[in-house]
């Protein structure tokens, strides 16, 4: 069990649970919070969004471990007067809040399902001055799946409520120390999902392993170094998926959640560094990457919906070894280096030795992913295309990044190719680069038919195969097509 302290609402609760409790199922059975609801449990649906700080997140995928020490707000505390208190009117009666309000009166709520998550996702956006743009509004509530009322009252709700916003981010404040819960009584056994009188079966529990969170890591290594089978986590995002989806749990799980030494983006020379336990979020606010890295960038915008890309982090990327991963097709085409550390020192391994099968990476047991290393290359172009079902929450059925230098061609062309990669992800067991399709490419200048020359070879070259997402042919000559546009984009016409 483990002591888990946190502002929920603006009041200091304490749980004792085990640490890899979902969030989820700590506010709504051991806190009395039913107004987060569960919808998909794997991240998919953002029914059960809540804000941890100042950020949405879908707390089916947080272990309750990983909010010690932070703020919880959920739909309850919407009608707060900045986290201080219930909204009141003039004779002390309650109020709802003007995003409340808004969702009430424009008939952005129907059945109600998905409504408390499509509140804290607007919240989150407005917490942060979101405006009454459509396409920010949509981008913010992509994580969030409603059936019934659809996107346009919802977007109508947001818009209004940003414009007349009285929607506040509550202060972020350690709890104090040794205060209990006060939440309200947790509902009724029949109603937290046992039994019923008709004999239904009580839902089951997902698997809690015993989690250690470490401070530092020099912890971390001693931990890892002292015997025993443990499994890495960062956000946890891909961990809690597998066991809602019945896999079997880990002996033992590391948390690094609190580890800042492996947090951060920063330059070395020739060099950009990002900490293993960079969010994609933080990807996209960083003007370091958005400079350098552009393409790498557009790749985190891609990975889930604004719920997940505050959890998920690069390492996580590289350690699940998805083929799907949407980051590593661009980091392989930037030649990058993923830094590993343990308590037998720290090595280096290029992005295409790193992956070494289907879900295997060259990670010993007994490592932690560090940091990725991108080398930085004067002139270097990188384009990157996911091909998915939808916008948001995608797995990828296709990804490919192009990497390239412009200059002066062999042939006496004025400006050639060099320094070519193209990189695929879902495609293989493992990300690759198209050797067939790169030699067509290099050295070359880019017309159209270079281009097509290059979409057929990789046509050539590629053996997917079929699965529930896709078929081998789809994405082969969906690959190629994405290479030729890709090129295309890229010479400007």
């Given at each position: 069990?483990?002591?888990?302290?946190?502002?929920?609402?603006?009041?200091?609760?304490?749980?004792?649970?085990?640490?890899?409790?979902?969030?989820l199922d700590v506010l709504r059975e051991d806190l009395g919070m039913t107004g987060t609801k569960e919808g998909c449990g794997e991240g998919e649906c953002g029914a059960c969004t809540v804000i941890v700080d100042s950020g949405p997140v879908v707390s089916c995928l947080v272990p309750v471990c990983q909010v010690d020490g932070h703020t919880v707000r959920t739909v309850e505390g919407l009608a707060q007067a900045d986290g201080s208190g219930p909204l009141v009117d003039d004779a002390g009666r309650p109020m709802l809040a003007p995003l409340q309000r808004a969702f009430l009166e424009l008939g952005a709520a129907q059945c109600g399902i998905c409504t408390p998550g499509m509140l804290m996702a607007a919240a989150a956006y407005l917490d942060v001055g979101g405006g009454p743009d459509?396409?920010?509004?949509?981008?913010?509530?992509?994580?969030n799946l409603c059936r019934c009322t659809g996107y346009t009252k919802i977007v109508e709700a947001i818009a209004a409520a940003a414009v007349g916003r009285h929607v506040g981010a509550s202060e972020a404040a350690a709890p104090a120390p040794g205060r209990r819960a006060t939440a309200?009584?947790?509902?009724?056994?029949?109603?937290?999902?046992?039994?019923?009188?008709?004999?239904?079966?009580?839902?089951?529990?997902?698997?809690?392993?015993?989690?250690?969170?470490?401070?530092?890591?020099?912890?971390?290594?001693d931990l890892l170094g002292g015997g025993g089978?443990?499994?890495p986590v960062a956000g946890a995002?891909?961990?809690?998926?597998?066991?809602?989806?019945?896999?079997?749990?880990?002996?033992?799980?590391?948390?690094?959640?609190?580890?800042?030494?492996?947090?951060?983006?920063?330059?070395?020379?020739?060099?950009?560094?990002?900490?293993?336990?960079?969010?994609?979020?933080?990807?996209q606010r960083s003007s370091l990457a958005t400079e350098i890295v552009p393409a790498l960038v557009e790749a985190a915008a891609t990975v889930g919906a604004v719920q997940i890309q505050h959890r998920g982090t690069i390492g996580g990327n590289l350690a699940t070894a998805s083929p799907a991963g949407d980051m590593l097709p661009v980091l392989l085409a930037?030649?990058?280096?993923?830094?590993?550390?343990?308590?037998?020192?720290?090595?280096?391994?290029?992005?295409?030795?790193?992956?070494?099968?289907?879900?295997?990476?060259?990670?010993?047991?007994?490592?932690?992913?560090?940091?990725?290393?991108?080398?930085?290359?004067?002139?270097?172009?990188?384009?990157?295309?996911?091909?998915?079902?939808?916008?948001?929450?995608?797995?990828?059925?296709?990804?490919?990044?192009?990497?390239?230098?412009?200059?002066?061609?062999?042939?006496?062309?004025?400006?050639?190719?060099?320094?070519v990669r193209v990189a695929l992800g879902s495609v293989a067991p493992v990300p690759i680069r198209a050797a067939a399709a790169e030699a067509v490419?290099?050295?070359?200048?880019?017309?159209?038919?270079?281009?097509?020359?290059?979409?057929?070879?990789?046509?050539?070259?590629?053996?997917?195969?079929?699965?529930?997402?896709?078929?081998?042919?789809?994405?082969?000559?969906?690959?190629?097509?994405?290479?030729?546009?890709?090129?295309?984009?890229?010479?400007?016409?």
């Open positions: 069990m483990t002591v888990v302290r946190f502002l929920l609402n603006g009041e200091p609760v304490e749980v004792d649970v085990p640490g890899m409790r979902r969030l459509e396409a920010a509004i949509r981008t913010a509530i992509a994580g309200p009584s947790p509902p009724p056994a029949a109603e937290a999902g046992a039994a019923s009188a008709e004999g239904a079966a009580a839902p089951t529990a997902l698997a809690e392993p015993p989690v250690a969170s470490p401070r530092t890591l020099a912890e971390a290594y089978t443990w499994r995002t891909d961990l809690l998926v597998e066991l809602d989806a019945g896999g079997e749990p880990p002996e033992q799980v590391l948390d690094l959640w609190r580890l800042r030494e492996l947090r951060g983006i920063s330059l070395e020379p020739r060099t950009l560094v990002i900490g293993a336990l960079t969010t994609y979020s933080e990807l930037l030649d990058a280096e993923v830094v590993l550390g343990g308590p037998r020192g720290e090595r280096v391994v290029p992005m295409g030795d790193f992956h070494v099968g289907y879900r295997r990476t060259a990670r010993e047991p007994d490592e932690l992913i560090l940091r990725v290393r991108v080398p930085i290359v004067p002139g270097r172009e990188v384009r990157f295309r996911k091909v998915g079902t939808r916008k948001a929450q995608a797995i990828s059925k296709v990804s490919v990044a192009l990497a390239w230098r412009a200059g002066p061609g062999d042939d006496g062309a004025e400006v050639a190719w060099h320094g490419l290099e050295g070359s200048a880019p017309s159209a038919a270079v281009a097509e020359r290059a979409a057929l070879a990789l046509a050539d070259e590629l053996a997917p195969i079929d699965d529930v997402r896709s078929t081998a042919g789809y994405r082969r000559t969906t690959a190629a097509r994405v290479l030729h546009r890709l090129i295309r984009d890229a010479a400007g016409w």
